[in-house]
């Protein structure tokens, strides 16, 4: 299924709305025959530790399969907040009290680095700290959020404050959910510009930023690795994989990806978006108060919020766990969006697109080294500070400058037996989620 010409705009484009004003640029694709060190993949996570590598003295290219920022780095909805969405209340279980305590408070970390880093390095990011909405999908939801409330504040430092659904209206334009909670300790920014400007740092302070490089194997030769690439081979004496949703082989699976390893212990998941044409005026603001971000308590979940400039809505979910088109999913989404703000039923659609998210097993996010390769991935859909986070802190073992211990270095983690990175379970495991939601739904 296509767009409907009731809903596509004159100007339709299936491409990320970010690309308007910050399109990935294209750079040199010259593949040097040595480094120090090889940083494998160009969005936050690679970028931010190419920059943190440079700040301590080392020589570091960074490769990407595409354009640099071109993956889900400039393509995510530009939702900016600490923590771990999905790591459950089993983590003290799995980890013992202690260390789950240091994981929520290493994730939590996450968000003032964010902040200090684009402040450090004047990027133009449209960054506000603008806060966030959790709505809840049912009543009960509401009263999981109130009891954790008082906790997440003080892990985060940041306050909590519960809104009733007779009150929705002050966090949110809409009567489809039943209250929710408003967190202060978050933001919003333009992800490519983000991307954009991360790189540029990262080019300023000496990082060498190479395109259209396809990585597809690492060996250890000598002291160092010999990496296998489609321009040839290139040594380097510590290599950074840092792929996260896009460490698949060019043919799906493990096979021909830079770490198979890794892709292995990744679940990538597309996650779809789109942005509506320009709203009238006064429209954002009744739909947004405050223009906070938002992200429901669904198991399949919505996330949306107004564009930088005020203009427009962008809205992102689990339009589909199959291989849909940008142009299939975007009248899910649509559809999606009008439940909740029902005024927007004759709004079309301007822009279309998806970008992979890398989900693991045990629903947290991992930095460690594997025969000799470092890595950094598993940002559970929530990466913009965390996948930053990630890499600098991937960057400091790295280069042995570590000065304290970081929670989420050398976790177990784990796979599933017989998987290859594709996961083709998906949409049996959407479908079950979907069957709850609506169940949840219901029953409230």
Request: aromatic letters at 8%.
């Given at each position: 299924m296509s767009i409907p010409s009731s809903l596509r705009a004159p100007d339709f484009k299936a491409a990320p709305y970010w690309w308007d004003a910050a399109e990935p640029p294209r750079r040199d694709a010259t593949l040097p025959a040595h480094v120090a060190v090889a940083v494998v993949g160009g969005g936050y996570a690679g970028l931010s530790a190419a920059l943190t590598l440079r700040r301590l003295g080392h020589e570091v290219v960074v490769l990407d399969a595409e354009r640099i920022g071109w993956g889900a780095s400039s393509r995510n909805g530009g939702m900016v907040s600490g923590g771990l969405k999905l790591a459950g209340a089993d983590l003290a279980k799995r980890h013992g009290a202690a260390k789950a305590q240091a994981i929520l408070?290493?994730?939590?970390?996450?968000?003032?680095?964010?902040e200090e880093l684009i402040a450090r390095e004047g990027i133009d990011c449209d960054y506000r700290r603008s806060g966030r909405f959790n709505p809840?999908?049912?009543?009960?939801?509401?009263?999981?959020?109130?009891?954790?409330?008082?906790?997440?504040?003080?892990?985060?430092?940041?306050?909590?404050?519960?809104?009733?659904?007779?009150?929705?209206?002050?966090?949110?334009?809409?009567?489809?959910?039943?209250?929710?909670?408003?967190?202060?300790g978050a933001g919003s920014l333009h992800p490519g510009k983000y991307a954009r400007g991360l790189a540029e740092a990262a080019e300023r302070a000496g990082a060498r930023l190479v395109d259209g490089v396809r990585v597809s194997g690492i060996r250890q030769q000598g002291s160092g690795f010999r990496l296998a690439t489609d321009k040839g081979e290139m040594a380097a004496d510590a290599v950074l994989v840092a792929t996260n949703g896009y460490s698949r082989g060019p043919g799906g699976g493990s096979a021909g990806g830079a770490m198979p390893w890794l892709a292995k212990r990744l679940l990538p998941i597309a996650s779809y978006i789109i942005a509506t044409e320009p709203l009238e005026p006064g429209l954002i603001d009744r739909l947004f108060p405050h223009r906070r971000v938002v992200g429901d308590s669904r198991r399949v979940l919505n996330y949306f919020r107004a564009s930088p400039d005020g203009n427009r809505v962008v809205w992102g979910g689990r339009a589909s766990f199959r291989d849909a088109s940008d142009e299939e999913a975007a009248p899910t989404l649509h559809r999606m969006m009008t439940e909740v703000f029902p005024e927007l039923k004759r709004t079309r659609i301007t822009h279309a697109w998806s970008g992979n998210v890398a989900f693991t097993f045990d629903f947290l996010p991992h930095i460690g080294v594997q025969d000799g390769?470092?890595?950094?991935?598993?940002?559970?859909?929530?990466?913009?500070?965390?996948?930053?986070?990630?890499?600098?802190?991937?960057?400091?073992?790295?280069?042995?400058?570590?000065?304290?211990?970081?929670?989420?270095?050398?976790?177990?983690?784990?796979?599933?037996?017989?998987?290859?990175?594709?996961?083709?379970?998906?949409?049996?495991?959407?479908?079950?989620?979907?069957?709850?939601?609506?169940?949840?739904?219901?029953?409230?």
């Amino acid at each position: 299924m296509s767009i409907p010409s009731s809903l596509r705009a004159p100007d339709f484009k299936a491409a990320p709305y970010w690309w308007d004003a910050a399109e990935p640029p294209r750079r040199d694709a010259t593949l040097p025959a040595h480094v120090a060190v090889a940083v494998v993949g160009g969005g936050y996570a690679g970028l931010s530790a190419a920059l943190t590598l440079r700040r301590l003295g080392h020589e570091v290219v960074v490769l990407d399969a595409e354009r640099i920022g071109w993956g889900a780095s400039s393509r995510n909805g530009g939702m900016v907040s600490g923590g771990l969405k999905l790591a459950g209340a089993d983590l003290a279980k799995r980890h013992g009290a202690a260390k789950a305590q240091a994981i929520l408070e290493t994730a939590a970390a996450s968000f003032p680095f964010v902040e200090e880093l684009i402040a450090r390095e004047g990027i133009d990011c449209d960054y506000r700290r603008s806060g966030r909405f959790n709505p809840a999908w049912t009543p009960a939801h509401y009263q999981a959020m109130a009891a954790r409330a008082e906790k997440l504040a003080a892990l985060t430092g940041h306050p909590t404050r519960m809104v009733p659904r007779e009150r929705q209206r002050e966090a949110l334009g809409s009567d489809h959910y039943h209250g929710g909670m408003i967190a202060d300790g978050a933001g919003s920014l333009h992800p490519g510009k983000y991307a954009r400007g991360l790189a540029e740092a990262a080019e300023r302070a000496g990082a060498r930023l190479v395109d259209g490089v396809r990585v597809s194997g690492i060996r250890q030769q000598g002291s160092g690795f010999r990496l296998a690439t489609d321009k040839g081979e290139m040594a380097a004496d510590a290599v950074l994989v840092a792929t996260n949703g896009y460490s698949r082989g060019p043919g799906g699976g493990s096979a021909g990806g830079a770490m198979p390893w890794l892709a292995k212990r990744l679940l990538p998941i597309a996650s779809y978006i789109i942005a509506t044409e320009p709203l009238e005026p006064g429209l954002i603001d009744r739909l947004f108060p405050h223009r906070r971000v938002v992200g429901d308590s669904r198991r399949v979940l919505n996330y949306f919020r107004a564009s930088p400039d005020g203009n427009r809505v962008v809205w992102g979910g689990r339009a589909s766990f199959r291989d849909a088109s940008d142009e299939e999913a975007a009248p899910t989404l649509h559809r999606m969006m009008t439940e909740v703000f029902p005024e927007l039923k004759r709004t079309r659609i301007t822009h279309a697109w998806s970008g992979n998210v890398a989900f693991t097993f045990d629903f947290l996010p991992h930095i460690g080294v594997q025969d000799g390769v470092h890595y950094a991935a598993g940002c559970q859909g929530s990466g913009v500070a965390m996948a930053s986070w990630l890499g600098h802190n991937a960057a400091l073992k790295l280069a042995g400058a570590a000065n304290r211990d970081f929670a989420l270095d050398s976790l177990n983690f784990p796979t599933m037996p017989f998987y290859d990175g594709t996961p083709w379970f998906l949409p049996l495991v959407g479908g079950w989620y979907r069957l709850r939601d609506r169940m949840d739904r219901l029953g409230a």
